[in-house]
């Protein structure tokens, strides 16, 4: 049996909703390729890269193109997307985040952001989140996508903790899978039908307390 040492945080879907934000800036791109991209086809894009993306979104289209175009249009909608993020505020931190970070410092948990985007310093920073965190990991020190592990690995030694002993907040499959490859303890935000390998869901962190995890760390 271990004891839980550390809280890694997804940013996108757990903490922040920028789902939306993501979508007007892709639905921007394929109106602009010709194509419809809607709120449904979005929801592949959740937990993925800019890169990996922007695949989906041309396969949906039905469009191929080469590498430097790709990178060129992968930019335009970041141009987008910044734009919006850059107006966000305290007010678009999801219920109950803000609650459950003091908590688990409180607790005196060691608190990390793993997250795939490149844009996370941003959205941290504007909401007024940043001096909650002890280790920051973003799309800019990765070199590899969830479902690959790294994200989380190199926040748990960060933080100094070992895998066993640090659970994983995420609303996306691939976060899970990348939290369950590194040998950590997962909690779903969102519905248990699509993140039922977690060790349990919630719909919010609203619904997390640090004593629920007293049962996590046995399992
Ligand atoms: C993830 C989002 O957190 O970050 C994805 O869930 C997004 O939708 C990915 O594509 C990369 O984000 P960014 O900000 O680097 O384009
Ligand atoms: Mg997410």
């Given amino acids: 049996m271990s004891t839980i040492k550390a809280c890694l945080f997804d940013l996108d879907g757990v903490l922040v909703d920028t789902a939306k934000y993501h979508y007007l800036a892709w639905k921007q791109l394929a109106d602009e390729l010709g194509f419809d991209f809607t709120e449904q086809d979005n929801e592949r894009l959740k937990g993925v890269s800019r890169m990996a993306?922007?695949?989906?979104?041309?396969?949906?289209?039905?469009?191929?193109?080469?590498?430097?175009?790709?990178?060129?249009?992968?930019?335009?909608?970041?141009?987008?997307?910044?734009?919006?993020?850059?107006?966000?505020?305290?007010?678009?931190?999801?219920?109950?985040?803000?609650?459950?970070?003091?908590?688990?410092?409180?607790?005196?948990?060691?608190?990390?952001?793993?997250?795939?985007?490149?844009?996370?310093?941003?959205?941290?920073?504007?909401?007024?989140?940043?001096?909650?965190f002890d280790a920051i990991i973003d799309g800019t020190r990765t070199t590899a996508a969830k479902p690959d592990p790294e994200v989380f690995t190199l926040g748990a030694a960060e933080v100094g903790a070992a895998p066993e002993e640090c659970v994983v907040f995420e609303d996306a499959e691939a976060g899970i899978e990348a939290a369950r490859r590194a040998g950590m303890h997962c909690v779903g935000i969102g519905s248990a039908e699509t993140l039922g390998k977690a060790d349990f869901v919630v719909s919010s962190l609203g619904d997390m307390t640090v004593s629920r995890l007293t049962g996590i760390a046995v399992s």
């Fill in 53 to 132: 993306s922007l695949d989906i979104l041309l396969s949906i289209g039905g469009i191929e193109l080469d590498e430097a175009k790709k990178q060129e249009l992968a930019e335009r909608k970041n141009a987008w997307y910044f734009e919006m993020i850059s107006k966000m505020d305290a007010s678009e931190i999801l219920p109950g985040a803000l609650e459950f970070l003091q908590e688990c410092r409180d607790n005196g948990l060691k608190v990390a952001l793993g997250s795939a985007s490149k844009n996370a310093m941003t959205i941290l920073n504007n909401t007024g989140i940043t001096p909650y």
